[in-house]
């Protein structure tokens, strides 16, 4: 067949416009920019300034670290929570229903991460909907301090984060033939032993897809653990953000930006390799 | 003689690997051409590289005595019936059978006189309106032929056009089919690896195997006479021996299987045989003593695959004990074979057909 | 466990009772978020003081309703229109890509389309701070050496398109080309033989088939931009989008007519919903 080559430039130019003015370039910048800093005479030079205030201040290692436990904590509660859930809708209730409760999940992604957020603030805080109740029925005599802490922080990152596990995981479920898990409990396995062996390694590529996009997700996210979290509640974006607007620190920022895009990348990394799957099959 | 379609010497190549050897052979005008061959072997390359969706390693395709080297596929007269179908889903049955029409520019009262008279022809007039996924099976069949033929090809290819359908269905079309081509005269090149459908409808029928023809010939010649074992075992039914083979001073030939049953055959062909093909409907059973020319040798009944007109027997020779399938006729005269009865039988000469390889 | 098997019984309570409890979890802060938006209290809590409409309409001294705050509605239609213009840049942009991923062969397509899924991996806050890093710079750079200043290299409506645009558009080549993907190329293959153009393939037979992926990703960028907040934040400028502006107001003390602005946000999204489930019904009946 006689491929129009013009047609194939016109196909190919917006897509190279777009990935490397938008994302190549900027992070070539980012890197760049994280070895640049000021001298005493306010000169502009290349060193290591940022890397090492980074590495000297306990605090930003700390929360460096505090970010990525936390994270891959909030992705596991958030596979803990939905898997059943996944399940329930693709093998268990009735198929009428499965669309309805399927399409119920997107609520929280349709109307966007600050309504959410709003809305368990107005749930968990001191004169919030809760304590409300609580009071009202005699159980509490003062007010409990729900929000602001790491708890209302990593309800709402699971909040956030829910859908974006449990769609992979139920595309993988939808793809497995029922008659595995009839066979296997003919013959004569156990329900821990058929989700263990049979459901699970069958999900598998959902749930690693998941948890790439969740994971990285929540180490990115500045809004929840802003609102949620509280003034104690450090995050990494957090101290970007502060580099950036507060501090007008670009070059800190930039190198405080480079490493969490290292942190999220390695461990991202290391996921697929521990699981033996690939970037490119994982994320489709 | 003018023929229609001429390939010339085609051969191709995927990454190295030769699909098609230097195939060469005509159609000519008006005939129902098969071409006939196991999966894989190569059919389909073949009819995409005469579409034009396939360009040849080398050689050529010649339309009505036109080179179509570099011509695009929607600028050549033949049209293509699909494996697969390939309705369009998003379109109605009138709009399917119309696309071509309307890309050819054609009025809007000229198409829809066009397509009705098509659609009447394959009796689909009162499913204009439908959505192709509404359709049954052979009516989806249908649909795609009628797409093809309203534009009036010089060539007409079907790629295993029945292939998905039932069995039942697939009779029915067959005799259809057949019917369609013989009132348009438009010449059909009909890719199949089923045998029957070959041999029903065509008047040529081609033989592949890896990427070459073994035989092209009519129907009837190929069930009688082919030309090489594989399309001796490819086309009907039959029973295949390993043999060697020994020349006698009478002018006969001793033929004896690997496990030792023998037989003979006269006229001898001066080479070494290797192999036997016997059809089951050439063997004799009980035949009369005064027949002529043929070999006789006891069989012992082993089981009877009753299918009606196509009912068998498997038996085992007496000598050498070779498993053979005999064609049973539904008539008076064996209605009382049985199991384990023991029984003599022969095949003429001429039936025996012995290949070197 | 599964439909078609047999369990006891209070396997089967536990179960529900857990789903039940799950979508209790799902829906809480939406549905109490819609509730307060109507009581009759200047503080977005309970106890029930009376239904109002004032957290809408009211515009005197002490409440002033959505439809009544110019601010609100001046970001929410500035929200509507970065919406529009990233859905519809990605959708084209995104839609080539598909095209390009699956059924064009080149040079260094494994390595283009690795980079165009890179954005999944990259955190929302890094794509801002990158972009408005890389903006500046190359703003200054024209200004020094040419002396024409760019405003929308600066934090601007524009920026915020680019920036949501860079990671939307990913979502997009995903979309349309696990559809595509299932594109029977034999369909094409037999438009071209009965005479078709390679445009007219296009648009009579890719296009279509590709249509509802089509409406469903402009619908998804869409809600992606307007919901967005990560990116946005960085590159923002005095046209504040609606999640920044609600952002400012929640953390300045919240009153009710946060609560107006979410419930319209809920509203309008679950008509969306059942705009989209019945439209899928409608063409599955086809
Ligand atoms: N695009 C291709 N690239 C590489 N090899 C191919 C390609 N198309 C076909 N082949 C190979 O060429 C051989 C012949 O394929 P072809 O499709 O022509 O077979 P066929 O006779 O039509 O089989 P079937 O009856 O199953 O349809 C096969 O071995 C196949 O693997
Ligand atoms: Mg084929």
């Given at each position: 067949m006689?491929?129009?080559?013009?047609?194939?430039?016109?196909?190919?130019?917006?897509?190279?416009?777009?990935?490397?003015l938008?994302?190549?370039?900027?992070?070539?910048?980012?890197?760049?920019?994280?070895?640049?800093?000021?001298?005493?005479?306010?000169?502009?030079?290349?060193?290591?300034?940022?890397?090492?205030?980074?590495f000297s201040?306990?605090?930003?290692?700390?929360?460096?670290?505090?970010?990525?436990?936390?994270?891959?904590?909030?992705?596991?509660?958030?596979?803990?929570?939905?898997?059943?859930?996944?399940?329930?809708?693709?093998?268990?209730?009735?198929?009428?229903?499965?669309?309805?409760?399927?399409?119920?999940?997107?609520?929280?992604f349709?109307?966007g991460?600050?309504?959410?957020?709003?809305?368990?603030?107005?749930?968990?805080?001191?004169?919030?909907?809760?304590?409300?109740?609580?009071?009202?029925?005699?159980?509490?005599?003062?007010?409990?301090?729900?929000?602001?802490?790491?708890?209302?922080?990593?309800?709402?990152?699971?909040?956030?984060?829910m859908?974006?596990?449990?769609?992979?995981?139920?595309?993988?479920?939808?793809?497995?033939?029922?008659?595995?898990?009839?066979?296997?409990?003919?013959?004569?396995?156990?329900?821990?032993?058929?989700i263990?062996?049979?459901?699970?390694?069958?999900?598998?590529p959902?749930?690693?897809?998941?948890?790439i996009?969740?994971?990285?997700?929540?180490?990115?996210?500045?809004?929840?653990?802003?609102?949620?979290?509280?003034?104690?509640?450090?995050?990494?974006?957090?101290?970007?953000?502060?580099?950036?607007?507060?501090?007008?620190?670009?070059?800190?920022?930039?190198?405080?930006?480079?490493?969490?895009?290292a942190?999220?990348?390695?461990?991202?990394?290391?996921?697929?390799?521990?699981?033996?799957?690939?970037?490119?099959?994982?994320?489709s | 003689?003018?023929?229609?379609?001429?390939?010339?010497?085609i051969?191709?190549?995927?990454?190295?690997?030769?699909?098609?050897?230097?195939?060469n052979?005509?159609?000519?005008?008006?005939?129902?051409?098969?071409?006939?061959?196991?999966?894989?072997?190569?059919?389909?390359?073949?009819?995409?590289?005469?579409?034009?969706?396939?360009?040849?390693?080398?050689?050529?395709?010649?339309?009505?005595?036109?080179d179509?080297?570099g011509?695009p596929?929607?600028?050549?007269?033949?049209?293509?019936?699909?494996?697969?179908?390939?309705?369009?889903?998003?379109?109605?049955?009138?709009e399917?059978?119309?696309?071509?029409l309307r890309?050819?520019?054609?009025?809007?009262?000229?198409?829809?006189?066009?397509?009705?008279?098509?659609?009447?022809?394959?009796?689909?007039?009162?499913?204009?309106?439908?959505?192709?996924?509404?359709?049954?099976?052979?009516?989806?069949?249908?649909?795609?032929?009628?797409?093809?033929?309203?534009?009036?090809?010089?060539?007409?290819?079907?790629?295993?056009?029945?292939?998905?359908?039932?069995?039942?269905?697939?009779?029915?079309?067959?005799?259809?089919?057949?019917?369609?081509?013989?009132?348009?005269?438009?010449?059909?090149?009909y890719?199949?690896?089923?045998q029957?459908?070959?041999?029903v409808?065509?008047?040529?029928v081609?033989?592949?195997?890896?990427?070459?023809?073994?035989?092209?010939?009519?129907?009837?010649?190929?069930?009688?006479?082919?030309?090489?074992?594989?399309?001796?075992?490819?086309?009907?039914?039959?029973?295949?021996?390993?043999?060697s083979?020994?020349k006698?001073?009478?002018?006969?030939?001793?033929?004896t299987?690997?496990?030792?049953?023998?037989?003979?055959?006269?006229?001898?062909?001066?080479?070494?045989?290797?192999?036997?093909?016997i059809?089951?409907?050439?063997?004799?059973?009980?035949p009369?003593?005064?027949?002529k020319?043929?070999?006789?040798?006891?069989?012992?009944?082993?089981?009877?695959?009753?299918?009606?007109?196509?009912?068998?027997?498997?038996?085992?020779?007496?000598?050498?004990?070779?498993?053979?399938l005999?064609?049973?006729?539904?008539n008076?005269?064996?209605?009382?074979?049985?199991?384990?009865?023991e029984?003599?039988?022969?095949?003429?000469?001429n039936?025996?057909?012995?290949?070197?390889? | 466990?599964?439909?078609?098997?047999?369990?006891?019984?209070?396997?089967?309570?536990?179960?529900?009772?857990?789903?039940?409890?799950?979508?209790?979890?799902?829906?809480a802060?939406?549905?109490?978020?819609?509730?307060?938006?109507?009581?009759?209290?200047?503080?977005?809590t309970?106890?029930?003081k009376?239904?109002?409409?004032?957290?809408?309409?009211?515009?005197?001294?002490?409440r002033?309703?959505?439809?009544?705050?110019?601010d609100?509605?001046?970001?929410?239609?500035?929200s509507?229109?970065?919406?529009?213009?990233?859905?519809?840049m990605?959708?084209?942009?995104?839609?080539?890509?598909?095209?390009?991923?699956?059924?064009?062969?080149?040079?260094?397509?494994?390595?283009?389309?690795?980079?165009?899924?890179?954005?999944?991996?990259?955190?929302?806050?890094?794509?801002?701070?990158?972009?408005?890093?890389?903006?500046?710079i190359?703003?200054?750079?024209?200004?020094?050496?040419?002396?024409?200043?760019?405003?929308?290299?600066?934090?601007?409506?524009?920026?915020?398109?680019?920036?949501?645009?860079?990671?939307?558009?990913?979502?997009?080549?995903?979309?349309?080309?696990?559809?595509?993907?299932?594109?029977?190329?034999?369909?094409?293959?037999?438009?071209?033989?009965?005479?078709?153009?390679?445009?007219?393939?296009?648009?009579?037979?890719?296009?279509?088939?590709?249509?509802?992926a089509?409406?469903?990703?402009?619908?998804?960028?869409?809600l992606?931009?307007?919901?967005?907040?990560?990116?946005?934040?960085?590159?923002?400028?005095?046209?504040?989008?609606?999640?920044?502006?609600?952002?400012?107001?929640?953390?300045d003390?919240?009153?009710?007519?946060?609560?107006?602005?979410?419930?319209l946000?809920?509203?309008?999204?679950?008509?969306?919903?059942?705009?989209?489930?019945?439209?899928?019904?409608?063409?599955?009946?086809?």
């Open positions: 006689s491929k129009i080559k013009w047609g194939f430039y016109i196909f190919l130019i917006p897509v190279l416009l777009w990935l490397f938008l994302i190549v370039f900027p992070h070539i910048d980012l890197f760049v920019n994280s070895f640049r800093s000021q001298n005493n005479l306010g000169d502009s030079i290349w060193s290591l300034a940022n890397y090492k205030a980074f201040d306990s605090v930003y290692w700390y929360t460096f670290v505090r970010t990525a436990v936390y994270s891959i904590l909030v992705t596991f509660l958030t596979f803990i929570v939905t898997f059943p859930v996944a399940f329930y809708i693709t093998k268990v209730v009735s198929v009428k229903f499965s669309g309805f409760l399927a399409l119920l999940l997107l609520m929280p349709w109307v991460e600050l309504v959410s957020v709003y809305g368990w603030m107005i749930l968990l805080r001191e004169s919030g909907i809760i304590n409300f109740f609580l009071l009202k029925m005699g159980i509490i005599d003062t007010p409990l301090k729900m929000l602001y802490n790491d708890i209302s922080m990593i309800i709402g990152l699971v909040y956030m984060s859908l974006f596990m449990i769609v992979p995981i139920m595309s993988s479920l939808e793809g497995m033939d029922d008659s595995l898990i009839e066979a296997a409990s003919d013959l004569g396995a156990s329900k821990f032993t058929i263990r062996k049979i459901v699970i390694p069958h999900a598998a959902g749930i690693v897809s998941g948890s996009v969740v994971f990285m997700l929540v180490l990115g996210d500045y809004l929840t653990p802003d609102l949620l979290g509280g003034k104690n509640a450090l995050w990494f974006t957090e101290q970007i953000y502060n580099e950036f607007i507060a501090s007008f620190n670009w070059n800190e920022g930039a190198a405080f930006g480079f490493l969490l895009l942190l999220s990348t390695s461990i991202i990394w290391l996921a697929l390799k521990i699981t033996n799957q690939s970037f490119e099959k994982a994320v | 003689m003018d023929n229609i379609l001429e390939v010339q010497h051969s191709k190549k995927f990454a190295g690997h030769t699909v098609i050897k230097d195939l052979f005509g159609v000519r005008e008006g005939d129902f051409f098969s071409i006939l061959g196991p999966s894989g072997c190569g059919k389909t390359t073949l009819l995409r590289m005469i579409a034009g969706f396939l360009e040849p390693t080398s050689g050529k395709v010649i339309i009505r005595g036109e179509m080297s011509i596929p929607n600028k050549r007269p033949v049209n293509i019936v699909f494996q697969s179908l390939a309705l369009f889903p998003m379109m109605n049955v009138k399917n059978v119309a696309f071509g890309r050819r520019k054609f009025t809007n009262k000229e198409i829809d006189e066009k397509v009705f008279s098509m659609l009447s022809r394959v009796g689909l007039e009162d499913y204009g309106n439908k959505a192709v996924t509404q359709l049954s099976g052979g009516q989806r069949q249908r649909v795609a032929i009628a797409r093809s033929l309203v534009l009036g090809p010089s060539i007409l290819l079907l790629d295993e056009p029945l292939g998905a359908l039932d069995r039942k269905l697939r009779e029915h079309m067959k005799i259809e089919l057949k019917l369609l081509q013989a009132e348009l005269g438009t010449t059909f090149i890719i199949t690896h089923d029957s459908e070959a041999l409808m065509s008047n040529k081609a033989v592949m195997n890896s990427g070459n023809f073994d035989q092209l010939d009519t129907p009837k010649n190929l069930y009688k006479f082919p030309a090489t074992s594989f399309v001796a075992g490819f086309v009907g039914e039959t029973n295949k021996f390993d043999i083979t020994q006698t001073e009478n002018n006969m030939m001793n033929i299987t690997k496990k030792g049953w023998k037989l003979e055959k006269r006229f001898f062909e001066d080479e070494e045989h290797n192999f036997l093909f059809r089951p409907e050439s063997i004799i059973l009980k009369d003593d005064k027949l020319d043929v070999s006789r040798f006891m069989i012992k009944v082993k089981t009877i695959l009753f299918d009606g007109s196509n009912t068998k027997i498997s038996a085992y020779t007496k000598v050498g004990d070779e498993r053979i005999i064609a049973l006729p539904q008076a005269r064996f209605e009382n074979i049985a199991v384990g009865d029984m003599e039988a022969a095949v003429h000469h039936d025996l057909k012995c290949y070197k390889e | 466990m599964i439909r078609t098997l047999p369990s006891s019984k209070t396997y089967k309570i536990g179960y529900t009772i857990f789903i039940a409890l799950f979508y209790v979890f799902l829906f802060p939406l549905i109490v978020t819609c509730v307060l938006a109507f009581n009759n209290s200047n503080f977005p309970l106890p029930w009376g239904f109002t409409l004032d957290w809408f309409f009211a515009n005197n001294g002490q002033v309703g959505v439809f009544e705050d110019s609100l509605l001046s970001s929410m239609y500035i509507f229109e970065t919406g529009f213009y990233v859905s519809v990605s959708l084209i942009v995104g839609t080539m890509g598909a095209f390009l991923f699956v059924q064009e062969k080149f040079r260094f397509k494994g390595a283009l389309y690795f980079l165009a899924l890179a954005p999944l991996v990259i955190p929302g806050v890094i794509l801002g701070i990158s972009i408005l890093l890389s903006s500046t190359a703003g200054g750079f024209v200004d020094q050496h040419f002396g024409i200043d760019i405003p929308f290299l600066r934090p601007s409506f524009s920026l915020v398109v680019l920036g949501q645009f860079s990671f939307i558009t990913t979502f997009v080549v995903l979309v349309v080309s696990a559809k595509l993907k299932k594109f029977d190329g034999t369909l094409e293959e037999a438009a071209l033989n009965l005479g078709a153009s390679r445009f007219d393939v296009i648009r009579l037979i890719t296009l279509p088939y590709l249509k509802p089509l409406i469903g990703s402009f619908i998804v960028s869409f992606m931009s307007f919901g967005n907040f990560n990116t946005t934040l960085f590159l923002v400028g005095s046209d504040t989008t609606l999640p920044i502006d609600l952002y400012s107001r929640i953390r003390g919240s009153t009710p007519v946060l609560n107006a602005v979410s419930f946000l809920i509203f309008g999204t679950s008509l969306l919903a059942v705009f989209n489930l019945i439209y899928n019904n409608v063409k599955n009946k086809e």
